[in-house]
């Protein structure tokens, strides 16, 4: 079994594996939205390697973070832009 961290998700701590990527990480958590489009259509990951930019969220204040490229680390603070 692979090491957890916490971190904390749109204000709620959660754990994530600790050799994952953030997309799939909270992929694993069941997110199936990480934002909506300037259309107000859903996107999440596609592509899983940095290409398409559909899996963006905020880390720690920094925005527009392709989380398929984002290892989980402790303490990271993630929000996506859905309610």
Same mark, same amino acid.
């Given at each position: 079994?692979?090491? =957890?961290?916490?971190?904390i998700?749109n #204000?709620?701590?959660?754990?994530? &594996?600790?050799?994952? =990527?953030l997309?799939?990480?909270? *992929?694993?958590? #069941?997110? =199936? !939205?990480? %934002?909506?489009?300037v259309?107000?259509? &859903? %996107?999440? &990951?596609?592509c #899983?390697?940095?290409?398409?930019?559909?899996? !963006?969220? =905020?880390?720690?204040g !920094?925005?527009?973070? !392709?989380s398929c *490229?984002e &290892?989980? %680390?402790q #303490?990271?603070?993630?929000?996506?832009?859905?309610?």
């Amino acid at each position: 079994m692979s090491e =957890t961290v916490r971190i904390i998700l749109n #204000g709620a701590e959660r754990e994530a &594996p600790a050799d994952a =990527t953030l997309a799939a990480a909270l *992929l694993g958590l #069941g997110l =199936t !939205r990480f %934002r909506n489009s300037v259309h107000g259509e &859903p %996107r999440a &990951p596609l592509c #899983g390697m940095g290409v398409c930019l559909e899996c !963006r969220v =905020t880390v720690d204040g !920094r925005m527009h973070v !392709r989380s398929c *490229l984002e &290892p989980c %680390r402790q #303490g990271m603070r993630v929000e996506t832009d859905l309610p």
